[in-house]
């Protein structure tokens, strides 16, 4: 028996063979298109890239349900003593409230197994960050409360940037937050918007005219706040490899990585912010 499996959702953005490598389940979100339900991972890629390119018509996406989580929960148990989950954030998603009344049922019928759900206050590269130090303290030996002390550590210290081509989509799906004007402003003058995530919620940082000057102005704000720290950096891309290597190559000749992983963008992604999005999580060792 383990001491601790770690879950965490699709909204990771986290490739299935660096999940299975270091033992994290995915709970899917589902996508909802032409009145059928899809779980993210069965979505043809390239259809939801035509379809979301036209800009009509969009799918949407929701949340697992209690039951999902239920089930997830009750097959984690049985080669663990405790679990937990690691939630997208509850402000732009209601999957962390889903997961917490899973908890309630699973405590009646799986008595003997301790479960957390941590809202990451996060999304994509940074929940996935979080979720793989989660994991690796859990092989560590780490029991729940020290892995729980790492994650909450973590949330606080995880930088979580990310830059779609267009914020249409952002406000077409309700997930805008702050950067409201923004999305607005955008539909009238040429800009590219660099986007953080924090405390939960999108809040605007810079406007930009090229792709070039977003990533230049990532890795400066990465030199701000890490300084001559070692470095850990998960990136997303959605059909942008050439952006994706560039922002690798710019991070690698500037700082010590710890770690550096490249995901490409799944379905719950794409639905929400289109072709071409850069995303970019990192945080300092020590």
Request: with cysteine; aromatic share 6%; proline share 3%.
């Amino acid at each position: 028996m383990r001491k601790v499996a770690v879950m965490t959702d699709t909204g990771s953005n986290m490739a299935q063979e660096i999940a299975r490598k270091f033992g994290i389940k995915l709970i899917p979100f589902h996508i909802l298109m032409d009145d059928k339900d899809y779980l993210d991972t069965e979505v043809d890629m390239e259809g939801l890239y035509a379809r979301v390119a036209k800009k009509e018509n969009l799918p949407t996406t929701s949340f697992a349900s209690p039951k999902e989580f239920l089930q997830a929960y009750q097959e984690l148990s049985q080669n663990a003593e405790t679990v937990i989950h690691i939630s997208v954030t509850a402000g732009m998603s209601g999957g962390y409230d889903a997961a917490l009344q899973s908890k309630k049922i699973a405590q009646k019928e799986l008595p003997k197994t301790t479960i957390e759900v941590i809202d990451s206050h996060s999304a994509g590269s940074g929940l996935a960050l979080i979720a793989l130090a989660a994991a690796k303290a859990a092989k560590q030996g780490k029991n729940i409360e020290e892995v729980v002390e790492q994650v909450n550590y973590l949330i606080q210290r995880i930088t979580h940037l990310t830059a779609p081509d267009t914020l249409f989509y952002l406000d077409e799906g309700g997930r805008i937050c702050q950067a409201k004007s923004w999305a607005e402003a955008q539909q009238v003058s040429s800009f590219r918007a660099l986007l953080e995530i924090a405390e939960g919620v999108i809040k605007p940082v810079a406007r930009v005219k090229t792709k070039t000057e977003i990533l230049e102005k990532m890795v400066s704000i990465a030199k701000e706040r890490v300084g001559n720290k070692k470095i850990h950096v998960a990136m997303t891309h959605n059909k942008a490899p050439q952006q994706a290597e560039e922002l690798k190559k710019m991070l690698l000749s500037q700082f010590h990585c710890e770690e550096l992983y490249v995901f490409k963008g799944l379905p719950m992604t794409v639905v929400h912010t289109g072709q071409g999005l850069i995303d970019f999580g990192f945080y300092s060792s020590g």
